[in-house]
């Protein structure tokens, strides 16, 4: 059996999140913060900077973010802000903020004017997908790509940026495999190890997360077939989940969780970058495009069987491929983005016949009690079909 090294090292870095983009930062490296799954990621490697994704502290009671944030603002984006009022991010060398939702724009003006690193950058994703909105969106990525440069102190070369383009394409195929694994009856990998290792790769470079992967995968293959074989296989839906332990509970409760719809987990990697001519063409139009994310909005057509048809295809893909037996919906409270379409994803699945649970809960879960009653209650449920 190989030794589980590589696992280790993604549970050290998932305890402690910000170590390697502080290590690199003493070695010379400057570190580029961003929100969501919007800014393209090709561009700060390219340049040799260090992508650093921006997540809260789920074990630290948000203060001083409330002295400028009300208290029915999303928590997750809360948590985020206050960490930066409080210095924990005062190793950013810049910042890069998509018009995800009108929360997280809110916070690129503030982070500007009270705790502004060298560089803070809006970068002005479109809503809507039709032609004019990929022109408009590659003058975007211009606009950001000049704006890194400035930071960088050097100029993007067409060549460095596809060779950064094919880095990160590997990076989320071996991601991609390591959630192949969780279709077989008994997955060898949890799905609470799975976020681990995703939230390890959100502040290191792509190379050295991609060197990380092929261990652990390495790992996962050696281990002992498991017999768990009847457990009831979870698809977990929603916006930001960051944290293993809301998985642990399903997992404890005694479901796989298999599969994922969440801007931590799938929504962020499973599409590549298309090989394009102009590399920022195949960035805008992966980015723009095949991440399917509630802020964006996808052409509705009649009758409504069609229109959730044409909306959630991708999410019946996934229930049929990892053979889903139930859905849980996490919902961050407040996330008005993802509120307004649960009740649509809820009437997809209802439509093929998968059970779904709503949960609308903290960024940092309170009444965890409750929220494991609510699980088992739903295992229980879908458990009584296998």
């Given at each position: 059996?190989?030794?589980?090294?590589?696992?280790q090292?993604?549970?050290?870095?998932?305890?402690?999140?910000t170590?390697?983009?502080?290590?690199?930062?003493?070695?010379?490296?400057k570190?580029?913060?961003?929100?969501?799954?919007?800014?393209p990621v090709?561009?700060?490697?390219?340049?040799?900077l260090?992508?650093?994704?921006i997540?809260g502290?789920?074990?630290?009671?948000?203060?001083?973010?409330?002295?400028?944030l009300?208290?029915?603002?999303?928590?997750?984006?809360?948590?985020?802000?206050?960490?930066?009022?409080?210095?924990?991010?005062?190793?950013?060398?810049?910042?890069?903020?998509p018009h995800s939702?009108?929360?997280?724009?809110?916070?690129?003006?503030?982070?500007?004017?009270?705790?502004?690193?060298?560089?803070?950058h809006?970068?002005?994703?479109?809503?809507?997908?039709?032609?004019?909105?990929?022109?408009f969106f590659?003058?975007?990525?211009?606009r950001l790509?000049?704006a890194?440069?400035?930071?960088?102190?050097?100029?993007?070369?067409?060549?460095t940026?596809r060779?950064?383009?094919?880095?990160?394409?590997?990076?989320?195929?071996?991601?991609?495999?390591?959630?192949?694994?969780r279709?077989?009856?008994?997955p060898?990998?949890a799905?609470?190890?799975?976020?681990?290792v995703?939230?390890?790769?959100?502040?290191?470079?792509?190379?050295?997360h991609?060197a990380?992967?092929?261990?652990?995968?390495?790992?996962v293959?050696?281990?002992?077939?498991?017999e768990n074989?009847?457990?009831p296989?979870?698809?977990?839906c929603?916006?930001e989940i960051d944290?293993?332990?809301?998985?642990?509970?399903?997992?404890?409760?005694?479901?796989?969780v298999?599969?994922?719809?969440?801007?931590?987990?799938?929504?962020?990697f499973?599409?590549?970058?298309p090989?394009?001519?102009?590399?920022?063409?195949?960035?805008?139009?992966?980015?723009?495009?095949?991440?399917?994310?509630p802020?964006t909005?996808?052409?509705?057509?009649?009758?409504?069987?069609?229109?959730?048809?044409?909306r959630?295809s991708?999410?019946g893909?996934?229930a049929h491929?990892?053979?889903?037996d139930?859905?849980?919906?996490?919902?961050?409270r407040f996330?008005?983005?993802?509120?307004?379409?649960?009740?649509?994803?809820?009437d997809?699945?209802?439509?093929?016949?998968?059970?779904?649970?709503?949960?609308?809960?903290?960024?940092?879960?309170?009444?965890?009690?409750?929220?494991?009653?609510?699980?088992?209650?739903?295992?229980?449920?879908?458990?009584?079909?296998?």
């Amino acid at each position: 059996m190989v030794q589980a090294l590589g696992m280790q090292r993604v549970e050290d870095l998932y305890h402690d999140r910000t170590r390697r983009a502080q290590e690199l930062r003493t070695q010379g490296r400057k570190v580029v913060g961003y929100f969501c799954c919007y800014p393209p990621v090709e561009l700060l490697s390219a340049l040799d900077l260090v992508p650093y994704r921006i997540q809260g502290d789920v074990d630290q009671q948000v203060q001083a973010g409330d002295e400028y944030l009300e208290t029915m603002t999303c928590s997750f984006v809360r948590s985020c802000f206050d960490l930066a009022l409080t210095g924990k991010y005062d190793f950013l060398d810049g910042l890069v903020v998509p018009h995800s939702c009108d929360t997280v724009q809110r916070i690129y003006d503030m982070w500007r004017g009270l705790c502004p690193p060298d560089l803070v950058h809006f970068l002005n994703v479109p809503h809507m997908v039709q032609p004019s909105s990929f022109d408009f969106f590659k003058q975007e990525l211009l606009r950001l790509q000049s704006a890194l440069e400035d930071l960088a102190g050097k100029k993007l070369e067409p060549e460095t940026l596809r060779q950064a383009v094919d880095a990160h394409n590997e990076n989320r195929a071996l991601l991609r495999r390591l959630y192949e694994l969780r279709k077989s009856d008994a997955p060898p990998i949890a799905g609470s190890e799975v976020l681990k290792v995703i939230v390890a790769g959100m502040g290191m470079p792509v190379a050295e997360h991609n060197a990380l992967m092929r261990q652990i995968i390495a790992e996962v293959l050696s281990r002992p077939t498991c017999e768990n074989v009847n457990r009831p296989r979870v698809m977990l839906c929603g916006s930001e989940i960051d944290n293993a332990t809301f998985i642990r509970m399903l997992e404890e409760a005694g479901a796989d969780v298999v599969v994922d719809d969440l801007c931590t987990g799938t929504r962020s990697f499973w599409a590549n970058v298309p090989t394009t001519s102009d590399p920022l063409d195949g960035i805008a139009f992966r980015y723009l495009n095949d991440i399917n994310c509630p802020r964006t909005y996808r052409s509705q057509s009649q009758p409504r069987a069609a229109d959730l048809e044409n909306r959630f295809s991708f999410l019946g893909r996934f229930a049929h491929d990892f053979r889903v037996d139930g859905v849980v919906l996490c919902i961050i409270r407040f996330c008005d983005t993802h509120e307004l379409e649960a009740p649509d994803v809820i009437d997809y699945f209802s439509s093929k016949g998968i059970p779904t649970l709503h949960l609308e809960e903290e960024y940092r879960l309170a009444n965890i009690g409750q929220i494991k009653t609510r699980l088992e209650a739903f295992l229980e449920t879908i458990g009584g079909n296998l």
